[in-house]
């Protein structure tokens, strides 16, 4: 939520009137309930259809979570958008149709913090793979409804794929004519990350701000468990064609025809990548003390 704005600010500097959103899925730091929440799981904001929801700045889940869709709503003053990816790319697709002709949008900006949404699935710090790919897939079949562009904001900001690696996926991508152009963070597109956070807490986000001042170097995230090297680089979005993109991005492309998040979950499987669902669910099983198992830490961008 914290990196789109950046891009949403920059649309708005355009000329370009946006809505942010995101999905239903908080961190497990955030939210001990594994997977993301369904929308009949959501208490406050409007339902707009089955599968999305206007949160606003009291939006929370029955067991009172606050989303980051609520905590940017509040930063904001306006009602943000949630996207429920429970059902997985049909359901969210129907999400994402249903909002847009709701709000009467003609273009979804589909950003994702770190550039995982491109991994191959054999990336050795790939640690949540799955809403990403849901998401991708669900963002061709919105398609059909809604055009759609693709952005990576913080290349390798999240700790999961090295800059390096988004870098060689964004170059697969230009190699197949899908690189639509790239922006550079402003200073106060920075200064509003900066302050978005303290309502919405985010480290991959701020990452970017870091690069974007000058810092260089490794820097720890997620409790020491992942680093993130600082460059110039993690200051810039890469947009791309959301066509272009899912033709060179296997996990999407392994997930399309999913008919909910557990055969998702099992199409990765069955490529041997593990997903956030996996950690969380395993985190869920153990004692709330016990941090023993997978310290990954998968985030969600």
Do not use: K, N
């Not at 939006?59 to 606050?66: M, P, Q, Y």
């Not at 990336?123 to 952005?151: H, T």
């Amino acid at each position: 939520m914290v990196g789109a704005l950046a891009i949403a600010r920059f649309c708005e500097s355009l000329g370009t009137e946006c809505v942010l959103g995101g999905v239903t899925w908080e961190r497990f730091a955030i939210d001990p309930a594994p997977g993301p929440r369904s929308i009949d799981e959501i208490r406050g904001g409007r339902p707009i259809g089955d599968r999305a929801l206007l949160a606003d700045a009291d939006t929370a889940t029955v067991d009172g979570v606050r989303f980051a869709e609520s905590g940017m709503a509040r930063h904001l003053g306006t009602p943000t958008v949630l996207v429920d990816v429970s059902a997985g790319p049909r359901g969210a697709a129907d999400g994402i149709a249903a909002a847009a002709e709701e709000l009467g949008c003609d273009l979804a900006v589909y950003a994702d913090v770190g550039g995982d949404v491109l991994a191959r699935g054999d990336e050795a710090g790939l640690a949540s793979p799955l809403c990403d790919a849901v998401m991708l897939a669900a963002a061709m079949r919105a398609g059909r409804s809604v055009a759609g562009v693709g952005a990576v904001f913080g290349a390798g900001c999240d700790g999961e794929l090295t800059a390096d690696e988004v870098i060689a996926r964004m170059a697969e991508v230009a190699a197949a004519g899908g690189w639509l152009g790239t922006w550079g963070l402003t200073e106060a597109g920075a200064s509003e990350i900066e302050a978005a956070a303290r309502e919405v807490p985010t480290e991959a986000s701020v990452q970017a701000v870091r690069c974007f001042r000058g810092e260089t170097g490794d820097a720890e995230i997620r409790g020491g468990r992942r680093r993130v090297r600082l460059t110039p680089i993690g200051a810039l979005t890469f947009f791309y064609d959301l066509e272009v993109a899912f033709d060179t991005a296997p996990l999407a492309r392994a997930v399309a025809d999913a008919t909910d998040l557990d055969a998702a979950r099992d199409a990765l499987a069955a490529r041997g990548v593990r997903t956030e669902l996996d950690y969380e669910r395993e985190r869920a099983s153990r004692s709330a003390t016990d941090d023993s198992v997978d310290s990954r830490d998968p985030g969600r961008s």
